[in-house]
């Protein structure tokens, strides 16, 4: 099993850019399939971009895809999500989740695929 934790939340105004991290620690984490997942306020969890354990395939939510940037760096255990051009609708909690996966899965962005969950980091973007 991995445990997760999010950081890098927090408030900006419209246009501006996060950087969110995922640590993740108690097994080998090469073999793990990460996907970062977001609540808006009232609604349910949604996937937002995944990346395969190597890193070497990636999958987005097609309204962040233009924005976003899922990457890993598996010699720290981390993976990150950049986020450009922020906007209000991009306002939500941030879960990073994983699963036991070697390469890449046939689908992302089922939330009960992955086993693993973060406890979330808030992003809020001011208008």
């Known amino acids: 099993q991995v445990q997760l934790v999010e950081s890098g939340g927090g408030l900006v105004q419209t246009g501006g850019s996060l950087r969110l991290s995922c640590a993740a620690s108690g097994s080998t984490f090469v073999n793990y399939v990460v996907g970062w997942f977001r609540q808006d306020p009232g609604q349910s969890v949604k996937f937002v971009a995944g990346i395969s354990g190597d890193g070497r395939d990636s999958a987005y939510e097609s309204s962040v895809g233009d924005r976003f940037t899922i990457s890993r760096d598996n010699t720290r255990n981390t993976v990150f999500l950049q986020m450009n051009s922020l906007g209000p609708k991009d306002t939500a909690i941030y879960y990073c989740?994983?699963?036991?996966?070697?390469?890449?899965?046939?689908?992302?962005?089922?939330?009960?695929?992955?086993?693993?969950w973060g406890q979330g980091t808030q992003v809020t973007v001011s208008s």
């Open positions: 989740a994983a699963r036991f996966l070697r390469g890449s899965p046939t689908t992302w962005s089922g939330r009960s695929d992955y086993t693993n």
